[in-house]
């Protein structure tokens, strides 16, 4: 498989909204329960966005600059194994220039932190992204005014910024869209909303999109992560 395939057939693009009128400028959240893939589907979203020959920051907030390079290494290695893609390692190396990791500790992440290493970085010319993922923040400590103002900088910056968040298993609560806690008060800030649900006696996680367009491929089908390899599929089982 040639690149442009790739980019044309990936169904990962179906939940970045490109359908719509503009990708930028725009929030997402995927939850889940703390280890069945949310920072693999950030990782394939920023992937996207790679191949494209877009610049990507990944926030990592309590993960090493080691851990989160080895989740783009390998799941690069499985799209690319899986699809047979053509000059899969020049690519791989060509992309990943286009890509900045900054690392916080847990305790020591701020939006005025995160905001004063990105203009660094532009007015260093250093990179310029369209996309941005922000993976470990704790939405349970998280006040609304710093997701208020990660809004304003996607604006500012022209980014597509995508979060992850753990869903409270231990409260019922839900926003009327069906949003659970911690991130119920809150999605009114988000233009898509991705929630992960196992399927019994199976190795399928259906992509449940409780705002935003439809995550369905265009042979009708929902989009799931298949949770062997962590990779968005349509055909899991």
Not at 68 to 75: A, E, F, V
Not at 130 to 148: A, K, Q
Not at 157 to 186: H, K, Y
Request: aromatic content about 4%; proline content about 3%; charged content about 25%.
């Amino acid at each position: 498989m040639q690149k442009q395939d790739l980019i044309e057939k990936n169904p990962i693009r179906h939940l970045k909204g490109e359908s719509d009128a503009k990708e930028s400028s725009r929030m997402g959240l995927v939850m889940a329960r703390a280890g069945v893939g949310k920072t693999a589907l950030l990782v394939q979203i920023a992937l996207d966005s790679l191949l494209q020959d877009k610049q990507v920051v990944h926030v990592s907030v309590g993960q090493s600059l080691d851990k989160t390079k080895l989740w783009y290494d390998d799941m690069f290695k499985d799209i690319a194994e899986c699809c047979k893609l053509d000059n899969a390692g020049e690519i791989h190396d060509s992309i990943m220039h286009n890509r900045m990791i900054i690392t916080f500790n847990e305790s020591r992440f701020s939006l005025a932190k995160l905001e004063e290493r990105l203009h660094d970085l532009v007015q260093q010319n250093v990179i310029k992204p369209s996309c941005m993922v922000v993976d470990g923040l704790d939405f349970g400590h998280t006040d609304r005014t710093v997701l208020e103002g990660m809004r304003e900088l996607a604006k500012s910056m022209d980014l597509q910024i995508w979060f992850s968040a753990v869903r409270d298993e231990t409260s019922e609560v839900l926003s009327p869209a069906g949003v659970p806690a911690p991130c119920n008060a809150v999605e009114d800030l988000f233009n898509t909303i991705v929630l992960f649900h196992p399927v019994p006696k199976s190795d399928c996680i259906d992509l449940k999109i409780v705002k935003g367009s439809a995550a369905v491929s265009k042979c009708g089908k929902l989009l799931k992560l298949d949770s062997r390899t962590f990779m968005i599929r349509e055909d899991c089982n």
